[in-house]
């Protein structure tokens, strides 16, 4: 193969540390190991493969998590790559990912490894020092310049002309312009078709598959941005991260016409949501309502999935349902403190009665499904008010029927580098524990998510993160127990869960060093990924979207699986 790209687990020996990762991963789909691989595997494979060249993806994390013998240094000297390429792309592989190049370094010391990433642009420098690793491609997106690059590693040339590309020669670290900078995402696509042609070469289903669960859960996420027009203070994709990194001065998007053929391409093999990720409203008014005409022409079955960052005109809602058959919405407020959202990004600050009105409107239509995500660590938050955003919550149940539901989690493990948070966090009230690339590695590494945290604030230390994280837990499964949110069963083994990882967490070492877990305690937590640490904020499950009797559409699926056997016949 030309390319062989790896998704590492957050921490390579996640099976056999002693962590309590806690619930830093309950609101995503993937697990603690942070095991769903960047949508850029998948647009990165689509433009190579569709130029001649051969790509295959692995995701080794997930193969380690469901295989408790799977052997990464067996698998991948099976393999015969000519370059290897690693995702460092959110700060929580730190380690997994450098781990992965070292082990892969060993095995094939003559092939290049490529780092790409939002974190691994950050870290460039630091990361292009490490041995395992040769090239950095920099910028979130990068598949023109991969395609550069392989060329030039495949013909011997000077890759001193790639773009975005930071490289290491006789010791002294070079830092080409970034200069691929695409004003329209028009030209790549997930094109799931391809993806499932390389699947049959291999014979490697699991391999490819995005997250644990992904069979009872087949989501799929369409990007419509890169970069963001907000200025959220603690996410490392906001306008001003953007600007630091820099990698865009301005967000960038998909016409709608192509955001909508690549919907449509995914709904011919999958009967499953189809998340939209970013607010339409981004690019302006113009640009929702002719995505939703597009939709409209469309006899688009899955359910739609619309984020919004701030509050739609109402007449959007009505125009959603006039276009589309099955939708739902899913909404950020972070806290029901107005003053505390107006901190966090008062660009696309909104009133509680404004979200009320949008809430109202929706379940007044088709949507099938309202979620609201509250944060815990945010700048001016106290222990006290995270209590009365589970009362509100509480408030909102009482008004609306069992389409509305509310969640709420922890920031973390990390806030991100590159947000305002992260480069100015006494304006922000955040004390920060770890500021390089080695540091995080190290913390990835103790023993409980409190000491893995990256932060504190001025208004809650990292004890009272954690209590208010378990506390605000325990009240909101409460109430959606008392409001028949979920089953009585299910709610309970939540609560029990919950009382288990707060047992465990009590009797972990809280000295600064914390190095030191008596012997129970390490043989409970010795590879420990669900049991204390999924579902410990509310049942996974209920992230789930509907579900069908046959999630893939056989018909789609069974043309491509013929297509792909004479493609091989015929040479």
């Known amino acids: 193969m030309d390319l062989l790209l790896l998704h590492p687990p957050s921490v390579y020996d996640f099976r056999k540390n002693s962590i309590l990762y806690g619930p830093v991963s309950d609101l995503i789909p993937s697990s603690p190991v942070f095991e769903m691989y ?9 433009y190579l493969e569709s130029r001649g060249l051969r790509v295959r993806i692995v995701n080794l994390a997930l193969r380690m998590m469901n295989d408790p013998k799977f052997d990464v240094p067996h698998f991948l000297s099976q393999l015969q790559p000519k370059v290897i390429g ?24 003559d092939v290049p490894v490529i780092f790409g990433g939002l974190s691994s642009t950050y870290f460039h420098r630091e990361l292009v020092a490490y041995p395992q690793v040769d090239f950095v491609l920099r910028g979130d997106s990068t598949e023109a310049p991969l395609y550069e690059l392989l060329q030039c590693l495949a013909a011997g040339r000077s890759v001193a002309g790639v773009p975005n590309l930071t490289w290491c020669e006789d010791g002294r670290i070079h830092q080409n312009p970034l200069q691929f900078v695409p004003n329209s995402l028009d030209y790549i696509d997930l094109n799931p078709a391809r993806i499932i042609k390389t699947v049959l070469r291999y014979r490697d289903l699991q391999s490819v ?26 996410c490392g994709s906001s306008q001003e991260a953007c600007q630091r990194l820099p990698t865009r001065t301005r967000p960038v998007f998909r016409s709608p016409r192509n955001l909508v053929q690549n ?5 011919k093999f999958s009967r499953g949501p189809i998340f939209l990720v970013g607010d339409l409203f981004q690019a302006g008014q113009e640009y929702a309502y002719e995505t939703l005409e597009f939709l409209r022409q469309t006899p688009l079955k899955n359910e739609i999935v619309f984020e919004f960052f701030g509050m739609p005109p109402l007449e959007f809602l009505l125009a959603i349902d006039a276009a ?10 972070e806290s029901h403190d107005e003053a505390i959202r107006r901190v966090q990004d008062e660009s696309i600050f909104y009133s509680n009665a404004e979200m009320e009105a949008v809430i109202e409107a929706a379940l007044a239509l088709r949507c099938h499904r309202v979620d609201l995500f509250f944060m815990i660590g945010l700048p001016q938050q106290t222990y006290q008010s995270v209590q009365e ?21 922890p920031l973390g493990p990390f806030i ?7 480069e100015q966090p006494e304006r922000f009230g955040y004390k920060l524990r770890a500021q390089t690339l080695a540091e995080h590695r190290e913390l990835l590494l103790k023993p409980s998510w409190k000491h893995i945290l990256n932060y504190e604030t001025a208004w809650m230390s990292r004890h009272e993160l954690v209590e208010a994280t378990y506390d605000a837990a325990e009240a909101l499964n409460g109430l959606k127990l008392k409001y028949g949110l979920i089953a009585p069963k299910d709610g309970q083994k939540v609560a029990a869960e919950i009382a288990q990882a707060r047992q465990l967490k009590d009797r972990l070492n809280n ?9 129970d305690a390490m043989a409970l937590l010795a590879g420990e990924i669900h049991q204390f640490s999924v579902s410990t904020v509310c049942d996974k499950r209920e992230l789930f979207w509907r579900r069908h009797l046959f999630n893939f559409r056989l018909g789609g699926i069974l043309p491509l699986v013929w297509e792909y056997v004479r493609e091989e016949l015929l040479g």
């Open 324 to 333: 589309v058959e099955n939708w739902s919405i899913e909404l950020s407020p």
């Open 209 to 234: 598959l995005p997250f644990a669960g992904w069979w009872q859960n087949p989501i799929t996420a369409v990007f419509t941005v890169k970069g963001c027009a907000h200025s959220c203070v603690t």
């Open 416 to 422: 991100d580098p590159g947000s305002l948070g992260f």
């Open 263 to 267: 919907m449509v391409a995914i709904g």
């Open 38 to 46: 960047p949508l850029g595997f998948l647009t990165m494979t689509n």
């Open 86 to 109: 690693i995702d460092l792309h959110w700060l929580p592989h730190a380690h997994g990912s450098l781990e992965i190049a070292r082990i892969a370094k060993e095995i094939h010391p």
């Open 511 to 519: 000295e600064e060093d914390n190095h030191s877990l008596d012997a």
């Open 389 to 409: 955003t589970i009362d509100y919550c509480g408030t909102l149940f009482h008004k609306y029927d069992e389409r509305f539901s509310c969640f709420i989690s």
